[in-house]
């Protein structure tokens, strides 16, 4: 009896200790030992396929821009004393994979061209590997336009590269890719090279549907070319010189001249403004221009402010406006040329050719670049006319109104802080989180009305201005702020 419960009790005992290693396995220790809070449950982590774990501190716009300076970083190394200006991402073959035009300078060289250089994906290899160089006819670096456009008709993307060289004048160099020899030497052919003291420009012309359908061929686009009439004493006449492709010599090649009179200006006053000095005609456009349809009419809906003092141009137009910081300025013959980068869109650069046409109108072409494409906005080019002495007159108003005072003031966007050096903070928040603001303000006078105007220096929102109508009270006392806008037509609430 007592052997027979011996061999029952060491088979329980096996059977109890199996069972407790298999729980052992399949429950972890941590799970065992660990206390249960009150209220815990085990929770699912589901992970979406094709889902990003995205990093701390990383939000879109910082994905969007780490994906855009991805895009303008030169795939290879340059050689040493060389230096990328510009670099163009695009897919050149039709291989589904981006090559790279880069526009660099070589440091090693005085007074040296810019260069560009063809970075070709090699898919054997999986590397990518520079196989073509070339110089333009550009010499600063600042002013430089690179592009692509189809500008044969035959869907074959010719490389533009416009820019100003150390003369002053405006340079357009165009290579055409060589499809017939592929050999290192000839991976495109230059098919134009201008060089001229006035503007250059493409003259698109719209193409057939047979052209959008891909069936036909497209009409080549041709090249208009500004310059000085020297066979007149007048400074501001010029020259057009026309250039069409001539597809037996792959060349553009100069197909007609027209002259184009100017208007007549005492020409002291004239070489004053064309001395070559950029200074000089920023001062004379340091103003509001309204834009002047073909037919002669003044269009206040749309208008350019250049603020050289602030390095600022402002565009209106469409009831949108658009702020772009003042980069560079570069004297041309007959006016300015202004490079020039979107205030809120840092990818957009904005390049503005400014001609004098009489002392109270200029006339403008813009490029706009997005560093992928360059696009021309028609909209934008055309005759300025000053906003004139009349219009002036009817904004400012004799009574003055004191611009700064030293005072603090409770109001919806939070306590602001004036001081009497136009100086202010705005605290906004509670108690425990608090977010401070600094920048400059200004009261002044439009008419009778008593306007705000807030400049931010973080300019985090917007376009980091703010302008209030002061609707009751005085600077002194109280503010009662109402946000509004001024536009070509005044005050807009």
Same mark, same amino acid.
């Given at each position: ?10 088979? %329980? ?53 780490? +994906? ?40 090693? *060289? ?15 290899? =999986?590397?990518?590997?520079? &196989?073509? /160089?070339?110089?333009?006819? +550009? ?20 490389? %533009? ?15 055409? =890719? ?74 553009? *090649?100069?197909?007609?001249?027209? =002259? &184009? ?108 670049? &997005?560093?992928? =494409? ?25 009574? +003055? ?5 030293? +005072?603090?003031?409770? /109001? ?15 605290? /906004? ?52 702020? /109402? ?11």
């Amino acid at each position: 009896m007592d052997l027979r419960f011996s061999r029952i009790i060491t088979t %329980l005992v096996f059977i109890v200790t199996g069972l407790g290693i298999i729980f052992l396995i399949f429950r972890p220790f941590d799970r065992i030992f660990r206390p249960v809070k009150s209220g815990e449950s085990s929770r699912t982590r589901v992970v979406l396929p094709g889902e990003t774990v995205r990093e701390p501190g990383l939000n879109g716009q910082d994905a969007e821009r780490m +994906a855009y300076e991805d895009s303008v970083k030169p795939r290879v190394a340059l050689e040493d004393g060389e230096l990328a200006v510009q670099v163009l991402s695009q897919d050149f073959d039709g291989d589904s994979m981006d090559e790279q035009i880069i526009a660099y300078r070589n440091l090693l *060289e005085i007074e040296s061209p810019l260069y560009i250089t063809y970075i070709e994906y090699e898919a054997q290899e =999986r590397a990518y590997r520079r &196989v073509w /160089s070339a110089p333009t006819a +550009a010499t600063r670096p600042s002013t430089l336009s690179l592009y692509t456009m189809d500008l044969i008709g035959d869907r074959s993307l010719c490389i %533009l590269v416009n820019g100003m060289n150390g003369a002053g004048e405006h340079t357009m160099t165009i290579f055409r =890719r060589n499809t017939r020899n592929t050999s290192q030497d000839s991976y495109f052919n230059k098919a134009a090279e201008i060089r001229i003291d006035g503007t250059i420009s493409v003259k698109e012309t719209e193409r057939t549907q047979a052209y959008q359908a891909g069936v036909a061929p497209g009409q080549s686009f041709r090249i208009s070319a500004y310059g000085h009439d020297y066979g007149s004493e007048n400074l501001l006449d010029q020259i057009e010189i026309s250039y069409a492709y001539n597809p037996v010599s792959g060349l553009y *090649e100069q197909s007609g001249t027209t =002259r &184009v009179p100017g208007t007549q200006i005492e020409q002291h006053r004239l070489r004053e403004l064309l001395s070559g000095t950029p200074g000089v005609f920023e001062q004379f456009i340091n103003d509001l221009w309204y834009y002047v349809s073909p037919e002669g009419t003044v269009e206040k809906d749309q208008y350019i402010f250049f603020d050289p003092a602030n390095r600022e141009v402002i565009f209106f137009g469409d009831e949108t406006q658009q702020v772009f910081t003042w980069q560079n300025s570069n004297a041309t013959r007959y006016g300015l040329y202004i490079s020039s980068q979107n205030f809120s869109v840092s990818t957009l650069r904005r390049s503005i050719d400014i001609e004098l046409e009489s002392l109270d109108s200029i006339r403008v072409k813009v490029f706009e670049d &997005v560093r992928l =494409r360059i696009n021309v906005n028609d909209s934008w080019d055309g005759s300025y006319r000053r906003a004139g002495a009349v219009e002036k007159g009817a904004v400012k108003n004799s009574s +003055a109104v004191e611009p700064f005072v030293n +005072a603090v003031y409770e /109001s919806p966007l939070g306590t602001l802080y004036f001081s009497e050096d136009g100086a202010f903070e705005l605290h /906004s928040g509670d108690s425990l989180s608090v977010t401070v603001r600094r920048g400059n303000y200004v009261f002044f006078r439009i008419n009778s009305q008593r306007l705000l105007e807030l400049r931010f220096q973080d300019r985090t929102e917007g376009s980091g201005r703010e302008i209030y109508a002061v609707e009751d009270g005085s600077a002194e006392s109280s503010l009662r702020l /109402s946000p509004v806008r001024l536009g070509a037509k005044g005050i807009v609430q």
